[in-house]
């Protein structure tokens, strides 16, 4: 279940789209691979992010899973509500954040990165510009006194690949906006801020974050093909599964005033730090 918070984080950071007063609503779709261990159901989750000025609010629909993410760049901080418990967690630049995850624990390696191709489509009347990503996860990273031997052995020689492209939109509502709201996030330490979110600690989140910074528009859509790569036993029976596609849409665009009651924490909540 941890994962998959985590999980749900990430898709939050890389699929949030921000302008000044804008609400995106964003639905990623998860299939094949290991999603095959659940009966071959594709995961579905639905964000939709609340964007005021330097604010963003992003809320996370995963079924039996709800999750808010507040984001705000003047105060440096993020918080993380789970209505399902009533929690409220604010986790600061610069502070340690508290972790899910045991003592010692390695989380593995991320080397990230997304390139210009120069080709364009239109998707839903709208033109978009190509970026090709890659990210590779380094599982033989990942270690600690917490795991037995056997497990860190087996991860040895295996690495998680995604590729794929993002179609970027610049003629969109909010667009400038979103390009600056960007690059103040990418020009702060908020990778290690988003990584304390997720309650662990991931190496390569602050690359990831300064090269969504980059891009000169919105994520409209993104579309990767998620394989793993190596010879031993466990890279083995994951790649049985097959290959796992990940795609995140954009389905709406709107411009109406957001109220700052958004960007609070709701009363009644028992809040961390």
Excluded: H
Aim: aromatic fraction near 4%; hydrophobic fraction near 45%.
């Amino acid at each position: 279940m941890k994962r998959v918070f985590a999980t749900l984080v990430a898709f939050a950071v890389c699929s949030a789209v921000v302008s000044a007063d804008v609400t995106v609503v964003q639905t990623t779709t998860v299939e094949g691979g290991m999603m095959a261990m659940g009966g071959g159901a594709a995961m579905s989750p639905k964000t939709t992010s609340r964007i005021k000025g330097q604010k963003m609010r992003s809320e996370v629909d995963a079924g039996m899973i709800q999750m808010v993410l507040i984001t705000d760049l003047d105060a440096k901080q993020v918080i993380v509500l789970r209505p399902d418990q009533k929690t409220a967690q604010i986790v600061a630049q610069g502070g340690a954040a508290s972790s899910a995850l045991p003592a010692g624990l390695k989380m593995p390696k991320v080397d990230a990165s997304m390139t210009p191709t120069g080709k364009s489509q239109m998707i839903d009347g709208i033109k978009c510009d190509e970026y090709a990503i890659a990210t590779t996860i380094d599982m033989s990273e990942m270690g600690g006194p917490q795991m037995p031997p056997e497990a860190t052995a087996a991860m040895k020689d295996v690495k998680m690949v995604m590729k794929g492209s993002m179609w970027v939109a610049k003629n969109v509502p909010g667009a400038a906006e979103y390009i600056a709201f960007q690059k103040g996030v990418g020009s702060s330490d908020f990778g290690a801020i988003f990584a304390g979110a997720a309650g662990m600690s991931v190496p390569g989140m602050d690359r990831m974050m300064k090269a969504m910074s980059n891009l000169d528009g919105i994520a409209y859509m993104t579309e990767m093909t998620m394989t793993v790569e190596g010879t031993g036993q466990m890279a083995q029976m994951m790649q049985q599964m097959g290959a796992m596609r990940i795609t995140t849409k954009v389905t709406s665009i709107t411009g109406d005033p957001i109220s700052d009651e958004m960007f609070k924490i709701p009363e009644g909540y028992t809040v961390s730090k």
